[in-house]
T-cell receptor, first 109, second 115 residues
Framework: GQNIDQPTEMTATEGAIVQINCTYQTSGFNGLFWYQQHAGEAPTFLSYNVLDGLEEKGRFSSFLSRSKGYSYLLLKELQMKDSASYLCAAMDSNYQLIWGAGTKLIIKP | DTAVSQTPKYLVTQMGNDKSIKCEQNLGHDTMYWYKQDSKKFLKIMFSYNNKELIINETVPNRFSPKSPDKAHLNLHINSLELGDSAVYFC??????????????FGPGTRLTVL
């Protein structure tokens, strides 16, 4: 079956770095997405990886290892506004997104 | 300008009623989606639709039906509402089905409460 696993909740300190992990199992693979969702709001796109390696975009970076079925989202210089849920989603061979349940990130001062 | 809009934002109704949620995108995208996000915050795809094809998640009850009057609209109609239908429903769109770099753009969500 198809499955996405990510931690339910993480806590980090303002100004610090946090890494949110995601493992996936899909029928075929056409890329890995990360979305951010603030409470009561819609998900918004953060990153897309289809090749192995690290993609950096400002304070946020995303890493993919296809052989391990593994990705992480790295957030640097954490700000209070980064408190949100982070959703990992893998695209299968039918170009359908398989979503994880999201990781709730709590930032403390 | 809102890229993907949904109405209503909140919907409270009684069990057994029939209701519709409207979705419109002004991005010129080819593909639209409906998702259900339950109390555990898990996003579940319900439907994806483009000009050519409707893909239905087989776990979705047939009380739910998407209706697309044109490429920019994909409405969700729900018959005989049940308590378990209470959730937030998100509409989304993406430029082109099958484009592996496709980003989905989400509407603001409709919070449905069934009493």
């Amino acid at each position: 079956g198809q499955n996405i696993d990510q931690p339910t909740e993480m806590t980090a300190t303002e100004g610090a770095i946090v890494q949110i992990n995601c493992t996936y199992q899909t029928s075929g693979f056409n890329g890995l997405f990360w979305y951010q969702q603030h409470a009561g709001e819609a998900p918004t796109f953060l990153s897309y990886n289809v090749l192995d390696g690290l993609e950096e975009k400002g304070r946020f970076s995303s890493f993919l290892s296809r052989s391990k079925g593994y990705s992480y989202l790295l957030l640097k210089e954490l700000q209070m506004k980064d408190s949100a849920s982070y959703l990992c989603a893998a695209m299968d061979s039918n170009y359908q997104l398989i979503w994880g349940a999201g990781t709730k990130l709590i930032i403390k001062p | 300008d809102t890229a993907v809009s949904q109405t209503p934002k909140y919907l409270v109704t009684q069990m057994g009623n029939d209701k519709s949620i409207k979705c419109e995108q002004n991005l010129g995208h080819d593909t639209m989606y409906w998702y259900k996000q339950d109390s555990k915050k898990f996003l579940k795809i319900m439907f994806s639709y483009n000009n050519k094809e409707l893909i239905i998640n087989e776990t979705v009850p047939n009380r739910f039906s998407p209706k697309s009057p044109d490429k920019a609209h994909l409405n969700l109609h729900i018959n005989s509402l049940e308590l378990g239908d209470s959730a937030v429903y998100f509409c989304a769109s993406s430029p082109l089905a099958g484009d592996v770099t496709d980003t989905q753009y989400f509407g603001p969500g409709t919070r449905l409460t069934v009493l």
